[in-house]
């Protein structure tokens, strides 16, 4: 079975510009969650969404919104970018939403920028 | 204080040894806890984890946990060059917003030597 896919893997966008970044989890996982991981710092939760609804949503700013389609795949989108924006944006699912379930990660979509 | 804290690295190990990484966390109400590891330029990818107190073991690998100390231990044995990468440790709380949440530590990087 295929893991976490994540697309796109690298991609380099200027100032104010618009970023969507696309996940698909482990088939038959229902939840999916995204993170920020800046150089050098553990990843930080941005979003959480199971069965299309949003769960969970850390500490970021509007900017920052997601969704999750029927086929549990999901998009992250950010606005106005910021220098600060550049990071490895990470996809995790999971087969349920609760604490029980061990999370995977996907490979990452590594944003810079300029 | 941080929710989840990792003893500074980086630490090095010469080949063979038992590497020891350990992972404090704040929150009484954390229920599961895993160890990642990431290589440079990667993604986590999930070693263990552990929801009872006690210790788990997964060849090599065994996650300590305790919950009255709040500490979550990861001990290598045997270590080996290519276990050289960074340490991540995760926390989950169910309940509310930070529903299905992992909070990091900053991660401790380890190098093993030959």
């Known amino acids: 079975d295929a893991g976490v896919t994540q697309s796109p893997t690298h991609l380099i966008k200027t100032r104010g510009q618009h970023v969507t970044l696309r996940c698909s989890p482990i088939?038959?996982?229902?939840?999916v969650s995204w993170y920020q991981q800046v150089l050098g710092q553990g990843p930080q939760f941005i979003f959480q969404y199971y069965e299309k609804e949003e769960r969970g949503r850390g500490n970021f700013p509007d900017r920052f919104s997601a969704r999750q389609f029927p086929n549990y795949s999901s998009e992250l989108n950010v606005n106005a970018l910021l220098l600060g924006d550049s990071a490895l944006y990470l996809c995790a699912s999971s087969l349920g939403a609760d604490s029980g379930n061990t999370i995977y990660f996907g490979e990452g979509s590594w944003l810079t920028v300029v | 204080q941080k929710e989840v804290e990792q003893n500074s690295g980086p630490l090095s190990v010469p080949e063979g040894a038992i590497a020891s990484l350990n992972c404090t966390y704040s929150d009484r109400g954390s229920q599961s806890f895993f160890w990642y590891r990431q290589y440079s330029g990667k993604s986590p990818e999930l070693i263990m984890f552990?929801?009872?107190?006690g210790d788990k073991e997964d060849g090599r690998f065994t996650a300590q946990l305790n919950k009255a100390s709040q500490y979550v231990s990861l001990l290598i044995r045997d270590s080996q060059p290519s276990d050289s990468a960074t340490y991540l440790c995760a926390v989950n709380k169910p309940g509310g917003t930070s529903y299905g949440k992992l909070t990091f530590g900053q991660g401790t990087i380890l190098t093993v030597h030959p």
């Open positions: 088939s038959g996982h229902k939840s």
């Open positions: 552990i929801y009872s107190n």
